[in-house]
């Protein structure tokens, strides 16, 4: 009877755990706790995959049971986008303008140890053929290699030098660039007012707080466990700060606008929904598959964002597979 007992026990929390865990993770999200939010926005999709495993689990056993995970799924598809796409194949068009954002690692080896050298880099940008492209971590030297192809560019000063460059290279009009600045930190976000056909377009190009781990995490050194797990939730609180730096700049201005770049954050963190509020990313518009962008033990993150007005057309999102950083670089096609 005991041997019974126990084993009806451990099946009431099998069934009750994963919803439970997902409802959590939900709130804590919402909620924006530093210490929680990070790790519940990294676990979700692994919770949404194993709530509806176990649904039709559930429902192939006609259990009433599944109404729990129903809830929690629902809960979940409430407020958050889902982590896999399926849009169509886009249309091609003549008056659509692509935008392309790059984390190019300060033209450094590849995430898996690759040193492709800044020609293919050049090469890969020059095909994409992009109206604008956006660097973060770019090269404080590297800007010759593209000005032939644009005519209007501006990159991080040169008086900036404990900053992360950053540079917006463009076939229109830069008419005025600025910054918002972070403090204490390499991180910045630099902002640019592009004229396209008679219209200003700002685009802020985005390089939250790093995590920096890796001068502190050690293998084989249990010490550094504890500063590591201190240095994940400093960053993340440091960029959900920088966030709302950015969200108040942009309510200063009036026009259309666009936020770009490398966010550190997945679309499931407090930080990616102070900067979507009152915008649409542009690879839940039109993008397919996981749209990873940072690999990590080969799961693809999507750290990296292109988030537009909600008045904008999303013709087309391209994610792409290349190696030649440790981010992937991400292209959107919109109309204005």
Request: hydrophobic share 40%; net charge positive.
């Amino acid at each position: 009877m005991k041997t019974i007992k126990l084993f009806n026990i451990i099946k009431c929390f099998i069934t009750f755990v994963f919803p439970f865990l997902l409802i959590t993770a939900v709130v804590s999200v919402l909620l924006g706790d530093s210490h929680t939010s990070f790790i519940s926005s990294l676990v979700l999709p692994f919770l949404v995959v194993l709530n509806c495993i176990q649904i039709l689990f559930l429902l192939i056993k006609r259990s009433k049971k599944a109404l729990v995970n129903l809830v929690a799924l629902l809960m979940f598809f409430c407020c958050f986008d889902s982590f896999y796409q399926y849009n169509t194949n886009a249309k091609p068009s003549n008056s659509s303008i692509k935008i392309l954002s790059f984390n190019t690692y300060q033209f450094k080896t590849s995430a898996r140890g690759v040193d492709n050298g800044e020609r293919k880099i050049v090469d890969f940008v020059k095909k994409q053929n992009a109206d604008i492209v956006c660097f973060q971590e770019f090269s404080a030297t590297k800007y010759k290699l593209f000005v032939d192809d644009y005519p209007y560019w501006v990159k991080t000063n040169i008086m900036m030098p404990y900053k992360s460059v950053l540079s917006v290279f463009s076939k229109y009009p830069i008419i005025d660039t600025g910054y918002v600045e972070f403090f204490d930190t390499k991180n910045n976000t630099m902002y640019v007012d592009i004229s396209i056909n008679g219209e200003i377009l700002r685009f802020y190009n985005v390089h939250l707080e790093s995590y920096k781990t890796s001068t502190i995490y050690q293998l084989n050194n249990p010490n550094s466990y504890k500063p590591l797990i201190e240095r994940v939730f400093e960053a993340d609180k440091i960029r959900a700060e920088q966030a709302q730096l950015v969200k108040d700049h942009l309510e200063g201005f009036k026009g259309k606008s666009i936020i770009v770049g490398d966010f550190n954050s997945t679309q499931y963190s407090p930080v990616y929904r102070i900067l979507k509020k009152g915008k649409k990313d542009t690879f839940t518009e039109a993008g397919k598959g996981f749209g990873g962008t940072f690999y990590l033990f080969n799961y693809p993150f999507k750290i990296d964002h292109i988030l537009v007005d909600e008045t904008v057309e999303v013709v087309n999102h391209e994610n792409f597979n290349i190696d030649l950083s440790d981010h992937e670089p991400i292209l959107a096609e919109i109309k204005l």
